[in-house]
């Protein structure tokens, strides 16, 4: 299949004609303005404003400015021809502190963004927390407290009740593996806490909060609006039989820990470590009932599989293979002839496809979104003032080829949004890394729209029905 305008319209074509496709975003990645509009601090403020926390000590005070950035923007997402728009609301623009009072210009800033949508026909995708946790909630336990849980909930009725009417889904979590386990077991995210038995508090508060947070917007929202939960996900293949008991159990702790709670209302004892799971004092009469309340859609952000090989503990490493934590014989694998991305993670579109049967094959009742793909790239301006980022139009067309090959398969895959919009402050790795449609000169603020959105732009086109 070619890369250019014919190729990628063919490609739009073998999905529905109703298919959503759109673009993601992060309020803290791309907002900036952390001190104004009655904005509250935030644990990334914290920890970005920490030495040695992220690369190059960047922080993300202005990311890509775009508080300040609306009409501009919203342009740039007309041009790429979205028809949704996944964006998240900062919780300590609403709630500076997390609980009590309300911010009226924190939303009013996402009454602008959200109107600005539908005057130009996209359709809003509000995520309530993607990992802007109050510095005062963190101050008083974070997640691994069970009282932040309610406080989510309360946060949810109140944009709920704000919002509810304008925004055509909600995604109440984004990814709480990473938030449990990066935040509070390992610290190379914010708080920076390195705390197993707080991770797997979190782990538990964050389902906790979920579910509160699905009754708090269903009562607020009109009925109708959906409402669902997104997970990063992956499939985690083993290259000999030794390996794969070690595969099995990683691919647990990634995926079942989270989803299995949602999905059956029970976590997968006997599957992962028991340190990965809360421990059951945690666990009080009603919780598993809260947590799985039925979901509209589940959200599936994919980036790439993992790989598990085994090496005797004393036997030499090969090229590209790194030890597993936890594991001493296991070690994680980069087939021969697989790219990585600039994240130096491996390209492989089958892991997507894989993962999305296996989770139609599970629930097949319940519909999916991919909520993020996409890769880090090496992209700079040439000297005629273009990004050809040639290598995430190949990234894009695999992996939408899969999505597609997937909706063949039977599949209920109804959207998918690519990650990301712009350029943005990419968590620890600071403004190294660059996975945006658009490229962002985070000193001049300039948008250059790459040749992966002209990639983009022709395949949402091609898929649209005729006369749209």
């Not at 502190?97 to 005057?119: C, E, F, M, Q």
């Not at 069970?146 to 309360?154: G, H, K, L, N, Y």
């Not at 700079?380 to 139009?393: A, K, M, N």
């Amino acid at each position: 299949m070619g890369d250019g305008v014919s190729g990628a319209a063919q490609l739009g074509q073998r999905f529905p004609g109703d298919f959503l496709w759109g673009v993601a975003t992060a309020a803290y990645q791309i907002e900036g303005a952390v001190g104004e509009g009655g904005r509250g601090r935030s644990i990334w403020d914290t920890f970005s404003h920490t030495p040695g926390k992220i690369r190059r000590g960047d922080t993300g005070d202005i990311a890509c400015d775009a508080y300040h950035r609306l009409g501009a923007d919203l342009d740039l997402l007309t041009d790429l021809g979205v028809l949704a728009y996944r964006f998240s609301i900062g919780w300590p623009r609403v709630q500076p502190d997390g609980s009590g009072g309300v911010n009226k210009a924190g939303l009013d800033y996402y009454r602008r963004l959200i109107a600005g949508l539908r005057d130009r026909g996209i359709e809003p995708v509000a995520t309530l927390y993607h990992w802007d946790l109050p510095q005062a909630l963190e101050d008083a336990g974070g997640w691994p407290a069970r009282d932040t849980a309610q406080r989510f909930a309360e946060y949810a009725s109140i944009v709920g009740a704000a919002l509810g009417d304008e925004v055509g889904r909600w995604i109440t979590l984004n990814e709480p593996h990473v938030v449990a386990n990066h935040g509070y077991r390992t610290g190379v995210h914010a708080p920076g806490r390195t705390d197993p038995a707080a991770a797997a508090a979190a782990t538990h508060h964050l389902l906790l909060g979920h579910g509160l947070a699905l009754g708090a917007l269903r009562a607020a929202v009109p009925a109708g609006v959906e409402v669902g939960f997104t997970l990063n996900l992956t499939v985690v293949r083993a290259t000999t039989d030794e390996a794969k008991a070690v595969a099995e159990e990683i691919e647990a702790g990634q995926n079942r820990v989270f989803l299995d709670p949602v999905l059956t209302g029970a976590y997968p004892v006997g599957a992962v470590r028991s340190s990965q799971l809360p421990p059951p004092e945690l666990i009080r009469d009603g919780d598993m009932a809260v947590i799985s309340a039925p979901i509209d859609f589940l959200g599936v952000n994919y980036y790439a599989p993992g790989t598990v090989g085994w090496r005797a503990g004393t036997d030499e490493l090969r090229r590209g293979e790194e030890r597993i934590g936890g594991y001493p014989d296991a070690v994680s694998v980069v087939r021969d002839g697989v790219e990585r991305s600039d994240m130096g993670w491996p390209i492989d579109a089958s892991g997507l496809y894989d993962l999305l049967v296996q989770l139609h094959h599970t629930e097949p009742q319940l519909p999916l979104y991919v909520t993020e793909n996409g890769m880090a790239a090496e992209d700079y301006v040439d000297p005629e003032g273009g990004v050809d980022d040639y290598e995430r139009i190949a990234y894009l067309r695999d992996h939408l080829d899969a999505a597609a090959r997937a909706i063949e398969a039977g599949v209920d895959l109804r959207g998918y949004f690519c990650w990301s919009f712009l350029d943005n402050f990419e968590w620890a790795e600071g403004y190294q890394k660059r996975f945006g449609l658009v490229y962002v000169d985070y000193r001049t603020q300039q948008r250059i729209p790459k040749a992966s959105a002209a990639y983009y732009a022709s395949v949402i086109r091609g898929g649209q029905p005729a006369g749209s």
